[in-house]
């Protein structure tokens, strides 16, 4: 048994109800888990941090965490999703899909996401990535290999390969149209459950399982219906996105003459181990108040959580409407990343604004509130009372976030100076499961110029293979469209 002792011009412990600054405050862990939270500890130490001028604060809990090189950054300036091949052409799906990576590459990405996610003061992580370059879904034996990588790295994660039995896809008249195929969908639900059968509690506990069927547009009501019953046999959180797009509620309207939420409401999915990314698309296609509210009545007599993600639809012009009003409401919402960077701080920031102008009202929503998001908010969706938060028995998934750098300016009170000056790489230490993982910004072992060099190779690949799947299949130079046209050498200005 060995004991650390941190110690920091701010403590954020936890007091059984809520977070409390501890100025000058201390926290001692033994092994994995934290013994002490506030002044004066008595007993032996055997190891000594003082973090000095920083926040000493639990681990973020990332609930949609990027776990790949983002390729929805790619639509940021080059919209609508169908025309950069967000959705695939319809002749790509009849040809036959193929998996633009390889193993290594695979692998690679998890590895250097997981990196991401660690610099960015995120401790415990369900990671996502995109099913746009692969050939159907992700796989067991991949998964298995990520559980490895997570535990290497030393994030706690949960998860799941991600299945499903359907996809969108665009004709070449510019028909939206979906592409069915439910046996391979319900193969991919049985080797999740296989998953989480071999791998659940692997890793000392590090590794959990959870379920992630993608989008709810491409689920079968049969895939939903298993799914929701291994989750409840496997006691795991499962993750659904849904109520996140326009072709999503015509598609479900379609089929079922309702909305996304109505459905999982009569199936029976909602409940406390229940995710939900991302919430924007309330009440179907008949958006009437009384649906909206019915829809939100069940979210939070179900236990339901929603998982937010401030940045990643900020970008494409949408916000939650709203947190504050959804949270006041008594419904759980936690935080995710969800696109790069994997920085949670960017997004309380980008979460307090647009809430606040949604509301037209400055006093909607605290830099609090959102913090609160990232740590108690998340470990309740998970069920875990002994994550995001410093206090005796918690796991000691801390981390240091560092006060003195220049670019911070003044410091008006901690956690309101992080939120509105600072970002995920003001992080000096993180530790997780009591082991030092940042330490002084950096991960032993990482080669970051070779990494960051190998991503980019491996990006300018996925970039390039964007034609094949895009509607019409333009070049790539008419997909991606540059800032400002380029002038190169020897052309008349
Ligand atoms: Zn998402």
Redesign the pocket.
């Given at each position: 048994m060995s004991t650390t002792r941190i110690t920091g011009r701010y403590v954020i412990g936890f007091d059984g109800t809520g977070h409390r600054l501890l100025e000058n405050g201390e926290v001692v862990y033994q092994d994995d888990r934290i013994i002490f939270c506030g002044f004066g500890y008595g007993g032996q130490v055997d190891h000594e941090i003082d973090a000095g001028n920083a926040i000493v604060g639990p681990g973020f809990i990332d609930l949609?965490a990027l776990a790949d090189l983002d390729s929805t950054v790619l639509a940021f300036d080059n919209g609508p999703a169908w025309r950069c091949g967000r959705v695939w052409a319809s002749s790509y799906v009849e040809q036959g899909p193929r998996e633009v990576y390889d193993r290594n590459d695979e692998d690679f990405m998890k590895r250097y996401a997981y990196a991401q996610l660690l610099h960015n003061g995120i401790t415990t992580a369900l990671p996502?990535t995109s099913l746009l370059y692969r050939e159907w879904a992700e796989t067991h034996d991949e998964f298995a290999r990520a559980s490895d990588i997570a535990a290497e790295m030393g994030l706690r994660v949960y998860l799941g390969p991600a299945y499903r039995t359907g996809l969108s896809m665009i004709r070449p008249d510019g028909r939206f149209d979906m592409h069915w195929d439910e046996a391979r969908g319900l193969q991919g639900l049985d080797d999740a459950i296989r998953f989480a059968q071999d791998y659940d509690n692997s890793h000392k506990g590090l590794v959990r399982a959870m379920l992630a069927p993608d989008r709810i547009e491409g689920c079968t009501q049969e895939l939903l219906e298993r799914t929701r019953d291994a989750s409840a046999a496997l006691q795991c959180p499962v993750r659904l996105?849904c109520c996140?797009s326009q072709l999503e509620v015509d598609t479900m309207e379609q089929r079922f003459g309702t909305s996304s939420l109505a459905l999982l409401q009569e199936i029976g999915f909602l409940g406390p181990r229940t995710l939900l990314?991302?919430g924007l698309f309330l009440g179907g296609a008949q958006a009437r108040r009384e649906n909206i509210e019915q829809e939100l009545d069940s979210l939070r007599d179900s236990g339901s959580t929603l998982v937010h993600?401030p940045i990643?639809f900020g970008r494409s012009g949408k916000a939650l409407n709203s947190f504050s009003r959804l949270r006041q409401r008594g419904i759980n919402i936690g935080l995710?990343t969800?696109t790069f960077p994997a920085d949670l701080i960017r997004n309380m920031h980008a979460g307090v604004m647009l809430n606040r102008v949604q509301e037209d009202n400055a006093q909607a929503v605290s830099a609090a509130d959102f913090y609160n998001a990232a740590t108690l908010d998340g470990a309740r969706a998970l069920g875990r009372e002994d994550l995001g938060r410093l206090a005796p028995g918690a796991k000691a998934d801390i981390t240091v976030f560092d006060l003195s750098g220049f670019h911070l300016g003044q410091r008006v009170d901690p956690i309101q100076t992080m939120v509105m000056n600072g970002s995920g790489s003001d992080f000096k230490t993180v530790i997780v499961d009591g082991r030092i993982r940042v330490e002084d910004y950096r991960i032993e072992g990482v080669p970051y110029a070779d990494w960051h060099r190998r991503a980019q190779d491996q990006y300018d690949r996925l970039r390039a293979s964007y034609p094949e799947r895009t509607h019409l299949h333009p070049p790539v130079e008419d997909i991606f469209t540059p800032s400002f046209a380029p002038l190169r050498a020897g052309e008349d200005q």
């Open positions: 949609d996502i996105h996140q990314p991302h993600c990643v995710g969800d």
